[in-house]
């Protein structure tokens, strides 16, 4: 079973500039979350999507942040403008298991690494 | 506020002992607990759950973990450490009311030693 694509592995961009990020999930995973993992910390959630719905986005930075999954099945992850503290290490993660509440193991994939000069 | 805390920034441990890299859960209701890994540039491998039942888990690659609810600990554990052991740990925590939401731990970096 092939497990959650991402790419680029690695961008390195200008402070102001924009940035796209795409993840697509295991095959029948209604599921899929975006995580920033800052170095020396854990990954915290950014936006859960069920399907191609928003479940919750309340860690998004909304005024640069944006998110979309429109088929329900891949997803990208946009900065737009980047500043330096965005510097970090994107994760997306699938489950298979939709809805609040679910105890399914959330399953990452390599994760992008984010350079902001 | 519901939480996880890893109070050993790193562990180092000679191959061939016995590990421990410890994980305390501060929560009102009923946790579901989880422990990842993540080696260098890759992202975070499942090691293994603690939902209902057994208070011992046992997990891949040899990993187990204790759930004691009267501490607030899920304590990860391997009888016999391995030099390919040597990765970021982390514990991470899913709480009742919480969606499907995982509250990470800030990681415990575990050296193996030969």
């Known amino acids: 079973e092939a497990g959650v694509a991402q790419s680029p592995r690695y961008k390195i961009i200008e402070k102001r500039q924009s940035v796209a990020f795409w993840c697509n999930p295991i095959?029948?995973?209604?599921?899929l979350y975006w995580y920033q993992q800052i170095l020396g910390q854990g990954p915290k959630l950014l936006i859960q999507f069920q399907n191609n719905g928003v479940v919750d986005d309340s860690q998004l930075p909304k005024d640069r942040f944006s998110a979309e999954r429109l088929k329900g099945v891949d997803s990208t992850l946009k900065i737009q403008p980047a500043k330096l503290e965005d510097s970090a290490v994107y994760l997306c993660?699938?489950?298979?298991?939709?809805?609040?509440?679910?105890?399914?193991?959330?399953?990452f994939g390599p994760g992008t690494r984010l350079t902001v000069l | 506020a519901q939480s996880v805390a890893q109070p050993e920034d790193q562990v180092n441990v000679a191959e061939g002992n016995p590990l421990t890299v410890k994980c305390t859960y501060s929560?009102?209701?009923?946790?579901?607990l989880f422990w990842y890994v993540q080696y260098p540039n890759r992202g975070l491998q499942f090691l293994l759950k603690?939902?209902?039942?057994?208070?011992l888990v046992k997990g891949s690659y040899g990993f187990e973990a204790e759930f004691n609810k009267s501490q607030t600990s899920f304590h990860l554990k391997k009888p016999s450490a391995l030099v390919s052991d040597s990765a970021l740990y982390f514990c991470?925590?899913?709480?009742?009311?919480?969606?499907?939401?995982?509250?990470f731990g800030t990681g415990t970096q575990l050296k193996v030693e030969l």
């Open positions: 993660a699938s489950s298979f298991l939709a809805g609040r509440g679910g105890t399914d193991t959330q399953y």
């Open positions: 603690y939902i209902t039942g057994d208070n």
């Open positions: 991470a925590g899913l709480f009742t009311g919480g969606g499907n939401k995982l509250t």
């Open positions: 929560v009102s209701g009923n946790p579901y």
């Open positions: 095959s029948g995973h209604a599921t």
